[in-house]
């Protein structure tokens, strides 16, 4: 079993940046990739980057490379994602997800999930 809480999100101006938190606890919660999953309002969810426990495998979708910066830190049982130069686009609530393969990401069906943090960017 693994429980993840996400923490971080809020209102942020157009331009700015965020870093969200993800505390994964549990006896399996080494047993997975980490990531994380966004939906925005009306739409379906979005695979935005995972990454090991040791930090030295990371992965992004085409789509999201460039302005988010995933991370873990291994002691902590946390992982962290940077959003840089936030647009409104970014507004979504985003999900911290482990998965055992790094498809799960890409189809959106990771075995555990957290409650997910809303990140609103507006002026």
């Known amino acids: 079993q693994v429980h993840l809480v996400e923490s971080g999100g809020g209102l942020v101006p157009p331009g700015g940046s965020l870093t969200l938190s993800c505390t994964a606890s549990?006896?399996?919660?080494?047993?997975?990739?980490m990531g994380w999953v966004r939906q925005p309002p009306g739409k379906e969810r979005e695979f935005v980057a995972a990454?090991?426990?040791?930090?030295?495998?990371?992965y992004y979708p085409p789509a999201m490379e460039g302005r988010f910066t995933i991370s873990s830190d291994n002691d902590a049982d946390k992982i962290y994602l940077r959003i840089d130069n936030l647009t409104p686009e970014d507004t979504a609530t985003y999900y911290c997800?482990?998965?055992?393969?790094?498809?799960?990401?890409?189809?959106?069906?990771?075995?555990?999930w957290g409650q997910g943090t809303q990140v609103t960017v507006s002026s």
């Open positions: 549990g006896s399996a919660r080494k047993d997975y990739i």
């Open positions: 997800a482990a998965g055992s393969y790094l498809y799960r990401f890409r189809n959106r069906d990771c075995e555990y």
């Open positions: 990454v090991s426990w040791n930090g030295h495998g990371t």
